[in-house]
């Protein structure tokens, strides 16, 4: 029994609506639906009436015992955790700028209330400096936009994203590469994760970096924001940080390019033993969506 579709189930019982569902979760509207759909596959029956949101006959009985089941569950945890020997010290993270801003701080805040006694150390840089960081032991663990190389590191996939064509509010619709060729466009430093993925996804779409006019390199996924939203250019950026901006209405997304790109979590070998990595990576793999 998967508790977290019940628990999406209850607060779409409770609140009637999807949109408030999902923003409570922090998770899309499709993915309140996937996990209502699933649930019911799991029960073998519907449990929604879609029309009106109320709960059919089988949906207010798993609401009743979905109560009992969280807090029975919410009790074992605190047992568990009461039970076990405290984890304790510093853990040094690194992360390029989009899973430090919009993927890390979604499970740390779970990872120090199980873990009170520890401590996080977050630093943000560029992919390739994250890796370079890990392997000269300056790092305990990352999370970068690129894979990282087998025979170094150990890593998992925790998500998976695409990127957007960005461009200020009263940009023209962009409708081919053709269209944007020549135009004044933000660029990342070779360094970044995003970029790299950029830069592959411009040629898929039948294009090339080369044939866009560089207005400026900059360091941060922020900063491109800033200057796209300031009427300066065009940039490419994940859809993760396209869609916040859009929802503040700052930039306007233009185009989706046709390449999907990964985010992984990535430590040395020799760190996985380490009790502290170990809670970390255990909770990836229960908390996010593409943990192995």
């Known amino acids: 029994m998967n508790l977290k579709r019940i628990k999406t189930f209850m607060l779409l019982i409770d609140h009637k609506n999807f949109s408030t569902t999902a923003d409570i979760l922090d998770i899309s509207q499709p993915a309140v639906s996937k996990q209502i759909k699933a649930l019911e596959v799991d029960l073998g029956t519907q449990l929604v009436h879609r029309d009106s949101l109320e709960p059919t006959e089988a949906g207010r009985i798993v609401y009743v015992r979905g109560k009992d089941l969280l807090h029975s569950w919410k009790q074992l945890e605190e047992e568990c955790t009461s039970s076990k020997e405290a984890l304790t010290g510093?853990?040094?993270?690194?992360?390029?700028?989009?899973?430090?801003?919009?993927?890390?701080?979604?499970?740390?805040?779970?990872?120090?209330?199980?873990?009170?006694?520890?401590?996080?150390?977050?630093?943000?840089?560029?992919?390739?400096?994250?890796?370079?960081?890990?392997?000269?032991?300056?790092?305990?663990?990352?999370?970068?936009?690129?894979?990282?190389?087998?025979?170094?590191?150990?890593?998992?996939?925790?998500?998976?994203?695409?990127?957007?064509?960005?461009?200020?509010?009263?940009?023209?619709?962009?409708?081919?590469?053709?269209?944007?060729?020549?135009?004044?466009f933000v660029f990342r430093s070779e360094r970044s994760g995003t970029w790299k993925a950029a830069k592959q996804a411009l040629t898929d779409w039948g294009g090339s970096v080369q044939d866009l006019k560089r207005l400026a390199t900059v360091h941060s996924t922020e900063s491109v924001i800033v200057m796209v939203e300031s009427g300066l250019g065009y940039s490419i950026v994940s859809d993760l940080a396209a869609r916040l901006a859009t929802k503040y209405n700052r930039v306007k997304i233009l185009a989706t390019l046709p390449l999907n790109r990964e985010f992984y979590c990535v430590y040395s070998p020799y760190m996985e033993q380490d009790p502290k990595i170990k809670a970390l990576i255990e909770l990836l793999k229960s908390d996010l969506p593409y943990g192995e």
């Open 90 to 184: 510093l853990v040094k993270i690194g992360a390029s700028s989009i899973p430090s801003t919009y993927i890390v701080p979604r499970f740390l805040k779970d990872l120090l209330t199980l873990h009170r006694h520890l401590e996080v150390e977050l630093a943000e840089y560029e992919s390739e400096k994250v890796l370079e960081l890990i392997k000269n032991e300056k790092l305990d663990i990352g999370f970068v936009g690129t894979k990282p190389p087998k025979d170094t590191f150990t890593s998992h996939l925790i998500a998976q994203d695409q990127l957007q064509l960005i461009g200020p509010i009263d940009s023209p619709d962009i409708h081919s590469f053709d269209d944007i060729r020549g135009l004044p």
